[in-house]
Structure formats: C-alpha cells, structure tokens
C-alpha cells in the first residue's frame, strides 16, 4: 500500500513538472538519463552528462545554463568516471541518488543518507546551483541532502563553507587533477579550528597559503574583502556550526569562487559583453604570499624596493645571517642577543596594515577590550604580541588575540590588514 502511495505521488509529480517550462526535478519515475538535462527553475543553472576537455568519460555535473564557456561548478562522480553514454542517474527504493549503467550492476556515486522506504523522494536543481534530496513532500524546506555541502572544486554564492558542529562534516574545495580529469587533485582550501579559526590552502599535506583569521570586516590575509566588496559576507559561530556564506549583492552577476589545479584560490565574474570570465582576485601571487616565507618571527614586506622582503619583527634579528643575506628566510629569527624579556618596562610595538601571525598558537578572549589585552599579556611572561579579534566593533568592544610559541607567516600590505602589537624589552622599547 505505501510503495502504491509513493508511485502514485511520484507520478503526480511528474504531470506536475510535465507541463513547466524548465524540468528541474528527478523522481522515482523520472531519472536523468545521458544526453538529459536538467535545468533550473530561473534557468542559471544545468544538471547533465557531459565530459571535459580531451576525454570520452562521462560525468554527472553541474554548470552555468547561459554562460557560452562551458563551466562545471560541481561533480558527482570525479573519481569514477562512466566510460560510455549508457550513464543513468535516478533515486532508488532506500530514497537515494544513485549514479549508475542501464544494468544497475555498479553505482559510480550515491548521495548514501536515506534508508526509509516507502516515502516520496525527488531530487531538484536549484536556482542557486545547489542539487537538493527531498524526502517527503510536508516540508520541502527540508533536505536530506545537498551538493552545497559536498563542493568540488568552487564555491557559489550562498554556499555554508565551514564546519556543520552537528554532523562533524567540514566542508572542503579541492581542485581537479587536471582540465580534463575532475578528479580531486592536489590542492585543497579548507577551514581549521586549531586557535581561532583560519582559512588554508594546501598542496597535499602542506600549507602554502593562508587566508588568515576572521577581523569582522573580511579574513586578515585579503585586505581587498572590505566593506564594499562585491559581496556581504557573514561569518556564524555558533553551537551549531562555524562558516561563512557570500551572498552576491548585485543579483545579476554571476561570480565564484574556484581552486584550480595550478594552485591558485580565484574569485572570477562573468563579464556578458566579451563573454568570458574576468579575474576578480586571486591568491597566491606574491612572495609574502607563500606560508611562512621568512620563518619564525620573520615578517614579511613585499614593497621593500630592490632589497630582501623578509624582516624581523622589533625585538629579534636573524636566526642564520648568512643565509639572510643570501635572501633565504626560511630560518626566520630569533630574540635579539642580550634582550631582558619579562623585566621592568617590557612594551609593545605596533605594526600598522598587518596580516597578523598564525593564529594556531594563539588565545581568544572576546570579553576583552584592547587595553585590557594588553595589561593581560603584559602580566603573562609567555604572551609575545596581541591584537583585536574583530576591528569591526572599536577597540573598546572587538575581543582579544594574544600569541604564545612561535610567531609565523605575518607580513604587512600597502592598505587594509590591522594592527598588530609585538612584545619587546626596554632596549629595544627605546629605540
């Protein structure tokens, strides 16, 4: 009786959608079928078979519907490709999207969440590009599962990047292997909650770039996300989840943002008139850029002119000054001989335009005002520095960052970026 109700609402369903102008939605006895193309409700977005340059495999996809260069924002299949056009995507009797040949004999891919039988499942595109696993039809503001929170390689407006507490699932963009294989590749961007939470682009294991941590306007490593960005961004952190979400404010743009197999975090917007996608930003693209280019407590100056970027901060001098001369950084710095830390008259010295230090081995107080941070770290012979955690709200109200253990991949930028407050003795308070 209830697989009757199913097939019965299923096919409902199906007249409904029958006679709409953009078919949007997979049902029980509507799959997608290779050479099928789903397309959403405001026709911005497609769903399909389609296979990238140079190749014959075959991939469930998503791209832009009225963009002329074909551009895929997200894949089902990356690492099992269909080798032939008998591709069918469909929802199965436990309720799941499942990506599988005519003969059923191997699933490619599966959303793998529902095991109720006997309900009412469909499965449509959004117009925001997020493919959506209803399970019922009483509510369908709720999903059983979403692409949104399995990105491939870009982020689309609205996307939650970060990490949902409830279900432990960190939300991570990686790159393809190569323009014809969008396969997960080498590098990945993903957020960290080591400290305050950061934003990190890694090749394999390694880090080779950091976003920074959250200021309240942007992350402190992109000085150019300020107030009057192309987006409004909001940043949660809560008992539920920690991430941020960029909501387009021009609602005709089309923008995203992508990690290439090159490396490179890029934000692009289609620009209509030359039809083609124009680089908005990207990182990295410097020097400074690169993770902890001048090595413990090294900071990092790309507009030094005709002379090595990489600087100490106030207080320390470098680790191996032959290897400083020789523009090698990497050994960074260390006290300055002869320093009498944690005496009488310690200080701070301020560097304006900062991106600040690797937060991992720092300590957040929200409660804290920036002079209170500072009386706190000035009592504490292991704090090093100290800054505001969210310029956003002044220095009476923005929270408190302070630093222990190695200070590493701080640089400064021509506009933008912070203060940051650097722990120093007499001496060198004197000078």
Known sequence: MHQERAILVSVLIFLIFRFCTCIDTITLTRPLKDGDILVSNGETFALGFFNPANSSNRYVGIWYNKVSEHTVVWVANRDRPITNSSGIQSIDETGNLVLHEKDQSFVFWSTNVSRVVNDVFSAQLLNSGNLVLFQGLVNKEVYSWQ???????????????????????????????????PGVGDYSYKMEFVGPTQLFLYKGMTRIWRMGSWTGHGWSGVPAMTQNFIFNVTYINNNDEVAVVYLIRNSSILSRLTVNESG???????????????????????????????????????????????????????????????????????????????????????????????????????????????????????????????????????????????????RTFPDGGQSFYIRVDATELGT
């Open 264 to 410: 490179t975090v890029e934000r692009l917007t289609w620009h209509g008139p030359d039809q083609r996608w124009i680089g908005f930003w990207s990182a990295p693209k410097e020097q400074c850029d690169a993770y902890n280019h001048c090595g413990p407590f090294g900071f990092c100056d790309p507009n030094k002119s005709g002379t090595f970027e990489c600087d100490c901060l106030p207080g320390y001098e470098p680790q191996s000054p032959q290897d400083w001369y020789l523009r090698d950084g990497s050994k960074g710095c260390k006290r300055k001989v002869g320093t009498q830390m944690c005496e009488v008259g310690d200080g701070f010295v301020e560097l304006v335009r900062a991106k600040v230090p690797d937060t991992s081995t720092a300590r957040v107080n929200m409660s804290l005002g920036l002079e209170a941070c500072k009386e706190m770290c000035l009592r504490n012979c292991t704090c090093l520095g100290y800054a505001s955690a969210d310029i956003s709200k002044g220095a009476a109200e923005g929270g408190c960052i302070t630093w222990y253990g190695n200070m590493i991949d701080a």
């Open 147 to 181: 692409s949104f929170d399995h990105p491939s390689n870009t982020l689309l407006p609205g996307m939650k990047f970060g990490l949902d507490r409830k279900t432990g699932l960190n939300k991570v963009v990686t790159s393809w292997k190569s323009s014809g294989d």
